[in-house]
């Protein structure tokens, strides 16, 4: 059974940081493109960075320069670090491996394209 569990989330001020993680179990996380998404309270769902299965990276141009994702293989876990956080990306954050394997069925893909998720975390940023 593959489960994805997120953790990391929690309430910050403005300009602070938070590390996420993406713990998977039931596949190896190596072998998937993963992505993290977030949603706010009232919006859609969008994809906010992405980590290919060979290391590329894809990010919003809206966290590009402040969010970094990465893998670690060996623990079968994806963080997403969150640096100078906006009050505007306060929402649930949530991984999900894309269903596809390449590029570009993936690194710009919708939600839809993605198939197991967790249950999210929250992250919230006060000004």
């Known amino acids: 059974q593959v489960q994805l569990v997120e953790s990391g989330g929690g309430s910050v001020q403005a300009g602070g940081s938070l590390r996420l993680s993406c713990a998977a179990s039931?596949?190896?996380?190596?072998?998937?493109?993963v992505g993290w998404f977030r949603q706010a309270s009232g919006a859609e769902r969008e994809r906010v960075a992405v980590?290919?299965?060979?290391?590329?990276?894809a990010y919003t141009d809206s966290v590009k320069g402040r969010f970094t994702i990465s893998r670690d293989n060996a623990k079968n876990t994806v963080y997403l670090q969150m640096n100078s956080l906006k009050p505007e990306d306060t929402a649930m954050y949530y991984c999900?491996?894309?269903?596809?394997?390449?590029?570009?069925?993936?690194?710009?893909?919708?939600?839809?394209?993605?198939?197991?998720w967790g249950q999210g975390t929250q992250v919230t940023v006060s000004s």
């Open positions: 039931g596949l190896a996380i190596s072998s998937k493109y």
């Open positions: 999900a491996t894309c269903r596809y394997s390449s590029w570009g069925s993936c690194a710009v893909a919708p939600p839809s394209r993605y198939n197991y």
């Open positions: 980590i290919a299965t060979g290391g590329g990276t």
